[in-house]
T-cell receptor
Framework: AQKVTQAQTEISVVEKEDVTLDCVYETRDTTYYLFWYKQPPSGELVFLIRRNSFDEQNEISGRYSWNFQKSTSSFNFTITASQVVDSAVYFCALSEAYNQGGKLIFGQGTELSVKP | ETGVTQTPRHLVMGMTNKKSLKCEQHLGHNAMYWYKQSAKKPLELMFVYSLEERVENNSVPSRFSPECPNSSHLFLHLHTLQPEDSALYLC?????????????FGPGTRLTVL
């Protein structure tokens, strides 16, 4: 079973639309961290956010917001008023305390295409 | 320079060639990683180094040989590769090799094996 599931393989929106990228995770650990990374066409993974399992407060950073819900094991990412520059592959990742060294387990990624 | 850099950005090699990928981090981190990203597949962790010591080797074929001479530099030596080794190779670093430590990635080396 996949530990991190990003069910949306590809999403296409028109500029200025809001879009939500889903991430569902699976862990037996009580201490864990969740991450989102952005991978533009250039290839580099850009760190966006890190949340720990004890902090369920939602976070907003400009047009980006994250909704962490332990009850549904989800850590969804919303882009408000999307722009063409948001086009990229977005990865959700999990780091568990029991999984030695805090190895990052990545989801399959969601490719977001924002059209003008 | 800032962050994590990788050279070369693109590499084309034959199956009998020997080449090396280089990664350098300017963040003062103690842990470094090599990942492989093939088309349509999730990132695969290959190697982990902590304080220049290899702490993980994820069943990677011996034709890939990592080297970490100091905490700022990481190499991946390649020899006798196969066409299926063509992929994007990403280097990352983190403060420590610990749960929750954010990994920062370089731009990657896009490798094509003919």
């Amino acid at each position: 079973a996949q530990k991190v599931t990003q069910a949306q393989t590809e999403i296409s929106v028109v500029e200025k639309e809001d879009v939500t990228l889903d991430c569902v995770y699976e862990t037996r650990d009580t201490t864990y961290y969740l991450f989102w990374y952005k991978q533009p066409p250039s290839g580099e993974l850009v760190f966006l956010i890190r949340r720990n399992s004890f902090d369920e407060q939602n976070e907003i950073s400009g047009r980006y917001s994250w909704n962490f819900q332990k009850s549904t094991s989800s850590f969804n990412f919303t882009i408000t008023a999307s722009q063409v520059v948001d086009s990229a592959v977005y990865f959700c990742a999990l780091s568990e305390a029991y999984n030695q060294g805090g190895k990052l387990i990545f989801g399959q990624g969601t490719e977001l295409s924002v059209k003008p | 320079e800032t962050g994590v850099t990788q050279t070369p950005r693109h590499l084309v090699m034959g199956m009998t060639n020997k080449k090396s990928l280089k990664c350098e981090q300017h963040l003062g981190h103690n842990a470094m990683y090599w990942y492989k990203q093939s088309a349509k597949k999730p990132l695969e962790l290959m190697f982990v180094y902590s304080l220049e010591e290899r702490v993980e080797n994820n069943s990677v074929p011996s034709r890939f040989s990592p080297e970490c001479p100091n905490s700022s530099h990481l190499f991946l030596h390649l020899h006798t590769l196969q066409p299926e080794d063509s992929a994007l190779y990403l280097c990352a670093s983190s403060q420590e090799q610990d749960v929750g430590d954010t990994q920062y990635f370089g731009p990657g080396t896009r490798l094509t094996v003919l």
